[in-house]
Nanobody
C-alpha cells in the first residue's frame, strides 16, 4: 500500500510563501508522476500542477502559473510545492497525489492519480 505523507502547511499572510513536501512510500518513485491538487471551502477539488517521473517536465494550472513551482528529489522519494505570492484565493486544503508506478501518465485528470495524501490546510490571510 502506497502512502503519501504531506508536511509544511500552516497559516500564511497574503504575499507570503510556503513550501509543502510530500514523501511517498514507494520503491519505484522514479517511475511515478506526482501531482498537486487543492480544494477550497465549498468548491470542487482542482488541479494545481504535475511533475513527470523524472522531474524533467512540469505543467501548471493557469491560476498558479508563475507563482508555484513543483520539484522532486527521487533519491528521497519526495515532491515539493513551492508557493509564492500567495493570495486569499489560494486558501484550500492541498493534496499530493501519485499515479501507478510506470504508468507514465502526464496530465491533470484526478482519476489517473490513484494514491492521495491526507491533505494539508493552507489558510492565507489578507
Amino acid at each position: 500500500q502506497v502512502q503519501l505523507v504531506e508536511s509544511g502547511g500552516g497559516l500564511v499572510q497574503a504575499g507570503g510563501s510556503l513550501r509543502l513536501s510530500c514523501v511517498a512510500s514507494v520503491q519505484t518513485f522514479d517511475t511515478v508522476t506526482m501531482g498537486w491538487f487543492r480544494q477550497a471551502p465549498g468548491k470542487e477539488r482542482e488541479f494545481v500542477g504535475v511533475i513527470s517521473w523524472s522531474g524533467g517536465s512540469t505543467y501548471y494550472a493557469d491560476s498558479v502559473k508563475g507563482r508555484f513551482t513543483i520539484s522532486r528529489d527521487n533519491a528521497k522519494n519526495t515532491v515539493f510545492l513551492q508557493m509564492n505570492s500567495l493570495t486569499p484565493a489560494d486558501t484550500a486544503v492541498y493534496y499530493c497525489a501519485a499515479t501507478k508506478a510506470a504508468s507514465y501518465y502526464f496530465g491533470r485528470s484526478p482519476s489517473e492519480f490513484v494514491y492521495w495524501g491526507q491533505g494539508t490546510q493552507i489558510p492565507v490571510s489578507s
